[in-house]
């Protein structure tokens, strides 16, 4: 019973949840209170269930076939499993099972550790690795030390952007990214924030192993400790420089097309100037009588000044031509575009320089038809656009695909506009390579496509905020997440659904990120739900602003951690509560290390050994051990079954007393690796000493019974066979005196005497045998004068068996042999050796009984014809808890007792007994008394 309700009072008090079940049935037998906290069902709900009922569907089978393999080997065991608590929600859990007797039931009785949290940090800690492995920006994690951050960790990614290898950055500081160039603007920003301890953005200029350099990206943000205290930077870098070169070459096109306008628009303006100039000059300085007279003179010489004039103009046109026609040349050679112009034949009549590169041509392609240069398809396209242009007399643009010498394709942007010249209609063509701002298009479409799918998809909720705090833009999970429909989240704003009191510091929070006090926070508050309810979140957010540094909208990340904060609420109060009991209960819990140091345990401790905690921690385990190999054998069986349970270990107290305990206890394993040991341990000294005492009292009665039916044994068969005996020749003398004759009369009597006087004998035997097993017997031994005559008297004893069996007794020794010792146990020692002998030798066989002086004792021995004794079966002869007996040659009945009580005679003088025998042969008994007797 004490072991019962030890049994019981550790399983209620245990912090951990534990449960019994009925290995045929499944059937919850009994849990304590852990379990009905982490399951959140009573204990009464619990005894009306199945395991089943804790079982995930999806999960059942697995988790039976584990239950059911487990039931068959009865081995214990320790699996992971997830459970589903009466909510619904999922928990994964640790068990550990152990078979058990439970009110005359075959059970298992399982321990539970949720592991939940840890699963799921482990579950986060994998994904962001994976993520921080394969992302393909660079990321760089540094340490904190007095002398600056220390690079601990780089991904492959930064080391193809830098060239460096892994080996080559680990224990150097970030400065080896940075070259000559620390006057860098970005750097000076970045020390700023890493004082103050905030995040921070920044463009850098890097450089590569081999010194090249290259524009990155960097977003760097601190990590604190739960003191606060910052332990680490993680730095995330994004090769820019390719996007920087497609914008500064669109910057260069978009430039250079500005002075080619400027250019044609200048020679326009030009002529338009003079002639402007030329009509003013005749309208203010000519009257009409003088327009008349000048247009007379003019018409006479008309003739004259036309060749005059002509003569002039040819000479200025060909200077101005030549003049022109060079600056044409080396500007439209200097073009970027690839420029062309070919005739209403589809001629080619020039083209720069830039376009025989770009194509791999050379000038003399010029005057060739587009089908002999181009091939009859691309001619063919190209005479249509030309005509069309030429019919229209308007420009035309369209894009072209041409492919580069390797065989990539480079996209063109061509404008076609009509001319004529001295030779009839022209077309003239420029071409502006835009691959480089095609992609970069693309890349930002793409952008902001994939922004918009992880806007609208992602599994957190995702807003646009005015700097007024209205809702601008919501996504689907947010919406969710407070029950609102999107037209009813952009009629309100973030003041509306903040909890009243996180109103004043979220109020703060945003008014700083708009007037750019701070770049970017993340901070936990409580919105409102829809139904009232309060919503736990954590809120990262930025704002974006225009060219102009206007604030434009908050972007912000919005996470439900509600059911986290409960957790983290129920983790407290847990702690609480289980510190409450680690302190107060009286059973010892403690945990050790690897190394055997214990690390902690509880402050009940004192109260049984007389050391205080703080001088059990720090100190190797064993030191508190009575015997070590108490240590090495629960080491053993650690190693073995990874848990003990009611393990029996013997310590010391402080003032080196003896002190039994029960020991539960376990390996404590953190990600397969084993870090120590814990357990509970209960004084159970007094319930040891008790066990001790009833044992010790258990082996008295079985003794003091085993005794008492060995005498029923004799008196029931021994004793009444021959008191039955002459009782019936007693009524055979009766019955027939009258017609007996004195002869007969008197043979009756004498086998009477002989048959109660054996029962008298075996009386006294029984009685002195009774007395030697309380130690009552007396023990008185004298000189033996006549030894010849007790034995005489012993044979004369068994005479009346040995006669019925035609058995003969023939004894032998020599001489007077001098002995001394207690006639009555020596006689009781020959005659029930004789006795023996008689009962196991076969009608007509024979016994022989020999005295000799041997090695300072006189040695007797009882030698026999008979069935012999098995080997097996000697060593049992003289085991008193043996008790080994059979039946006669003619079925007579032994008890077990003569032999033990010869043994205990011989033993009181100080002697022997032994046997020697071989089965269908016979045995001989040898027993030894030692002369010296009478001195000790």
Same mark, same amino acid.
């Given at each position: 019973?004490?072991?019962?309700?030890?049994?019981?009072?550790?399983?209620?008090?245990?912090?951990?949840?534990?449960?019994?079940?009925?290995?045929?049935?499944?059937?919850?037998?009994?849990?304590?209170?852990?379990?009905?906290?982490?399951?959140?069902?009573?204990?009464?709900?619990?005894?009306?269930?199945?395991?089943?009922?804790?079982?995930?569907?999806?999960?059942?089978?697995?988790?039976?076939?584990?239950?059911?393999?487990?039931?068959?080997?009865?081995?214990?065991?320790?699996?992971?499993?997830?459970?589903?608590?009466?909510?619904?929600?999922?928990?994964?859990?640790?068990?550990?099972?152990?078979?058990?007797?439970?009110?005359?039931?075959?059970?298992?009785?399982?321990?539970?550790?949720?592991?939940?949290?840890?699963?799921?940090?482990?579950?986060?800690?994998?994904?962001?690795?994976?993520?921080?492995?394969?992302?393909?920006?660079?990321?760089?994690?540094?340490?904190?030390?007095?002398?600056?951050?220390?690079?601990?960790?780089?991904?492959?990614?930064?080391?193809?952007?830098?060239?460096?290898?892994?080996?080559?950055?680990?224990?150097?500081?970030?400065?080896?990214?940075?070259?000559?160039?620390?006057?860098?603007?970005?750097?000076?920003?970045?020390?700023?924030?890493?004082?103050?301890?905030?995040?921070?953005?920044?463009?850098?200029? &890097?450089?590569?192993?081999?010194?090249?350099?290259?524009?990155?990206?960097?977003?760097?943000?601190?990590?604190?400790?739960?003191?606060?205290?910052?332990?680490?930077?993680?730095?995330?870098?994004?090769?820019?420089?390719?996007?920087?070169?497609?914008?500064?070459?669109?910057?260069?096109?978009?430039?250079?097309?500005?002075?080619?306008?400027?250019?044609?628009?200048?020679?326009?303006?030009?002529?338009?100037?003079?002639?402007?100039?030329?009509?003013?000059?005749?309208?203010?300085?000519?009257?009409?009588?003088?327009?008349?007279?000048?247009?007379?003179?003019?018409?006479?010489?008309?003739?004259?000044?036309?060749?005059?004039?002509?003569?002039?103009?040819?000479?200025?046109?060909?200077?101005?031509?030549?003049?022109?026609?060079?600056?044409? #040349?080396?500007?439209?050679?200097?073009?970027?575009?690839?420029?062309?112009?070919? +005739?209403?034949?589809?001629?080619?009549?020039?083209?720069?320089?830039?376009?025989?590169?770009?194509?791999?041509?050379?000038?003399?392609?010029?005057?060739?038809?587009?089908?002999?240069?181009?091939?009859?398809?691309?001619?063919?396209?190209?005479?249509?656009?030309?005509?069309?242009?030429?019919?229209?007399?308007?420009?035309?643009?369209?894009?072209?695909?041409?492919?580069?010498?390797?065989?990539?394709?480079?996209?063109?942007?061509?404008?076609?506009?009509?001319?004529?010249?001295?030779?009839?209609?022209?077309?003239?063509?420029?071409?502006?390579?835009?691959?480089?701002?095609?992609?970069?298009?693309?890349?930002?479409?793409?952008?902001?496509?994939?922004?918009?799918?992880?806007?609208?998809?992602?599994?957190?909720?995702?807003?646009?905020?005015?700097?007024?705090?209205?809702?601008?833009?919501?996504?689907?999970?947010?919406?969710?997440?407070?029950? #609102?429909?999107?037209?009813?989240?952009?009629?309100?704003?973030?003041?509306?659904?903040?909890?009243?009191?996180?109103?004043?510091?979220?109020?703060?929070?945003?008014?700083?990120?708009?007037?750019?006090?701070?770049?970017?926070?993340?901070?936990?508050?409580?919105?409102?739900?829809? +139904?009232?309810?309060?919503?736990?979140?954590?809120?990262?957010?930025?704002?974006?602003?225009?060219?102009?540094?206007?604030?434009?909208? $908050?972007?912000?990340?919005?996470?439900?951690?509600?059911?986290?904060?409960?957790?983290?609420?129920?983790?407290?109060?847990?702690?609480?509560?289980?510190?409450?009991?680690?302190?107060?209960?009286?059973?010892?819990?403690?945990?050790?290390?690897?190394?055997?140091?214990?690390?902690?345990?509880?402050?009940?401790?004192?109260?049984?050994?007389? $050391?205080?905690?703080?001088?059990?921690?720090?100190?190797?385990?064993? +030191?508190?051990?009575?015997?070590?190999?108490?240590?090495?054998?629960?080491?053993?069986?650690?190693?073995?079954?990874?848990?003990?349970?009611?393990?029996?270990?013997?310590?010391?107290?402080?003032?080196?007393?003896?002190?039994?305990?029960?020991?539960?206890?376990?390996?404590?394993?953190?990600?397969?690796?084993?870090?120590?040991?814990?357990?509970?341990?209960?004084?159970?000294?007094?319930?040891?000493?008790?066990?001790?005492?009833?044992?010790?009292?258990?082996?008295?009665?079985?003794?003091?019974?085993?005794?008492?039916?060995?005498?029923?044994?004799?008196?029931?068969?021994?004793?009444?066979?021959?008191?039955?005996?002459?009782?019936?020749?007693?009524?055979?003398?009766?019955?027939?005196?009258?017609?007996?004759?004195?002869?007969?009369?008197?043979? #009756?009597?004498?086998?009477?005497?002989?048959?109660?006087?054996?029962?008298?004998?075996?009386?006294?035997?029984?009685?002195?045998?009774?007395?030697?097993?309380?130690?009552?017997?007396?023990? &008185?031994?004298?000189?033996?004068?006549?030894?010849?005559?007790?034995?005489?008297?012993?044979?004369?004893?068994?005479?009346?068996?040995?006669?019925?069996?035609?058995?003969?007794?023939?004894?032998?020794?020599?001489?007077?042999?001098?002995?001394?010792?207690?006639?009555?146990?020596?006689?009781?020692?020959?005659?029930?050796?004789?006795?023996?002998?008689?009962?196991?030798?076969?009608?007509?066989?024979?016994?022989? /009984?020999?005295?000799?002086?041997?090695?300072?004792?006189?040695?007797?021995?009882?030698?026999?014809?008979?069935?012999?004794?098995?080997?097996?079966?000697?060593?049992?002869?003289?085991?008193?808890?043996? &008790? $080994?007996?059979?039946?006669?040659?003619?079925?007579?009945?032994?008890?077990? /007792?003569?032999?033990?009580?010869?043994?205990?005679?011989?033993?009181?003088?100080?002697?022997?007994?032994?046997?020697?025998?071989?089965?269908?042969?016979?045995?001989?008994? $040898?027993?030894?008394?030692?002369?010296?007797?009478?001195?000790?």
């Amino acid at each position: 019973m004490k072991r019962k309700a030890s049994y019981y009072n550790l399983f209620e008090k245990s912090p951990l949840p534990m449960w019994v079940y009925d290995v045929n049935t499944y059937c919850f037998l009994d849990v304590n209170i852990a379990a009905t906290v982490l399951y959140g069902f009573s204990k009464a709900e619990f005894l009306t269930m199945t395991i089943a009922a804790i079982i995930p569907t999806e999960d059942a089978d697995m988790a039976k076939n584990i239950v059911r393999e487990n039931a068959k080997t009865g081995e214990p065991y320790k699996n992971t499993f997830r459970h589903v608590k009466k909510n619904g929600e999922l928990i994964a859990v640790e068990v550990e099972s152990n078979e058990i007797e439970f009110d005359d039931k075959q059970a298992r009785v399982v321990l539970v550790h949720d592991i939940t949290k840890r699963v799921e940090e482990e579950h986060w800690s994998k994904l962001l690795e994976s993520v921080v492995i394969n992302t393909t920006d660079g990321v760089v994690i540094t340490n904190t030390v007095e002398s600056g951050p220390v690079i601990i960790y780089v991904n492959d990614a930064l080391l193809n952007m830098s060239g460096f290898s892994r080996e080559e950055l680990i224990g150097k500081v970030p400065d080896v990214f940075h070259g000559y160039n620390h006057a860098q603007q970005g750097l000076r920003k970045i020390d700023t924030a890493i004082k103050n301890g905030l995040p921070c953005n920044a463009e850098l200029i &890097n450089y590569t192993k081999s010194g090249k350099p290259y524009d990155v990206s960097i977003n760097i943000c601190p990590v604190a400790d739960h003191t606060g205290a910052i332990t680490h930077w993680i730095s995330i870098q994004r090769d820019i420089t390719e996007n920087r070169n497609y914008i500064k070459e669109i910057e260069d096109q978009n430039k250079k097309l500005v002075d080619i306008a400027w250019m044609h628009s200048h020679k326009v303006r030009g002529p338009l100037t003079q002639i402007m100039s030329l009509i003013e000059l005749l309208k203010d300085n000519v009257s009409i009588e003088d327009q008349d007279i000048l247009h007379e003179y003019l018409s006479k010489s008309a003739l004259e000044l036309d060749h005059v004039i002509s003569d002039i103009t040819k000479k200025a046109e060909h200077g101005a031509f030549t003049m022109n026609e060079k600056r044409f #040349y080396a500007f439209m050679d200097e073009l970027p575009g690839l420029c062309w112009i070919a +005739d209403d034949d589809n001629f080619l009549r020039y083209a720069n320089k830039c376009f025989f590169e770009t194509l791999h041509l050379t000038p003399e392609i010029i005057g060739k038809p587009l089908e002999e240069i181009f091939g009859e398809e691309i001619a063919r396209s190209a005479r249509l656009d030309n005509k069309d242009v030429l019919r229209s007399g308007e420009n035309k643009e369209f894009h072209q695909t041409v492919r580069d010498g390797n065989g990539h394709p480079q996209y063109y942007k061509t404008y076609k506009f009509p001319f004529k010249d001295g030779e009839g209609g022209m077309v003239g063509a420029v071409a502006f390579n835009v691959t480089k701002r095609i992609k970069l298009e693309e890349e930002l479409y793409q952008s902001e496509a994939q922004f918009k799918q992880a806007f609208e998809h992602s599994l957190v909720g995702m807003a646009l905020i005015s700097p007024q705090g209205k809702w601008e833009r919501v996504n689907k999970s947010l919406c969710q997440m407070l029950g #609102y429909t999107e037209n009813e989240m952009k009629s309100l704003s973030i003041q509306d659904l903040t909890h009243p009191e996180d109103l004043k510091g979220s109020q703060t929070i945003l008014e700083d990120l708009a007037l750019g006090k701070i770049e970017e926070v993340k901070y936990e508050k409580r919105y409102l739900h829809k +139904d009232g309810s309060a919503i736990w979140v954590v809120i990262a957010a930025t704002m974006l602003y225009d060219s102009a540094g206007k604030a434009l909208h $908050y972007v912000s990340q919005i996470e439900d951690i509600t059911k986290r904060k409960e957790i983290e609420n129920d983790l407290v109060l847990s702690e609480k509560k289980y510190r409450t009991i680690f302190e107060n209960v009286q059973d010892v819990f403690y945990q050790t290390n690897q190394e055997g140091i214990v690390t902690e345990i509880s402050p009940s401790i004192a109260h049984h050994s007389g $050391y205080l905690r703080t001088e059990i921690i720090g100190k190797p385990v064993g +030191d508190f051990y009575y015997y070590p190999q108490d240590r090495e054998r629960i080491i053993e069986q650690l190693r073995i079954n990874g848990a003990v349970i009611d393990f029996e270990v013997r310590l010391k107290t402080k003032d080196e007393e003896l002190r039994y305990a029960s020991v539960n206890a376990k390996l404590n394993v953190e990600n397969g690796v084993i870090i120590g040991t814990e357990g509970s341990m209960r004084d159970v000294t007094r319930r040891k000493f008790q066990e001790n005492a009833l044992q010790a009292l258990n082996t008295e009665l079985t003794a003091s019974n085993e005794q008492k039916n060995k005498l029923f044994s004799i008196i029931g068969h021994d004793l009444r066979n021959p008191i039955s005996g002459s009782l019936q020749l007693l009524d055979l003398t009766l019955n027939d005196f009258e017609s007996s004759s004195a002869d007969e009369v008197h043979l #009756y009597l004498s086998m009477m005497k002989t048959e109660l006087s054996n029962a008298n004998i075996l009386l006294e035997d029984l009685l002195t045998w009774a007395k030697s097993q309380f130690d009552a017997v007396s023990f &008185n031994p004298v000189e033996i004068k006549d030894l010849a005559g007790l034995i005489d008297k012993c044979i004369q004893t068994v005479s009346p068996m040995a006669i019925k069996k035609n058995i003969n007794i023939a004894p032998c020794f020599k001489g007077d042999i001098l002995l001394h010792a207690d006639i009555g146990m020596l006689e009781t020692i020959i005659r029930n050796l004789l006795s023996n002998a008689v009962k196991f030798t076969a009608a007509g066989g024979s016994i022989k /009984l020999k005295v000799v002086e041997h090695n300072n004792a006189v040695l007797f021995s009882v030698k026999d014809n008979g069935l012999g004794i098995p080997k097996y079966k000697l060593n049992e002869l003289f085991d008193k808890n043996s &008790n $080994y007996t059979t039946f006669g040659t003619l079925g007579e009945k032994g008890t077990g /007792l003569g032999l033990s009580l010869c043994n205990d005679f011989v033993l009181k003088h100080g002697g022997v007994l032994w046997a020697e025998s071989e089965e269908g042969i016979g045995t001989t008994f $040898y027993f030894t008394i030692p002369e010296l007797l009478k001195d000790s």
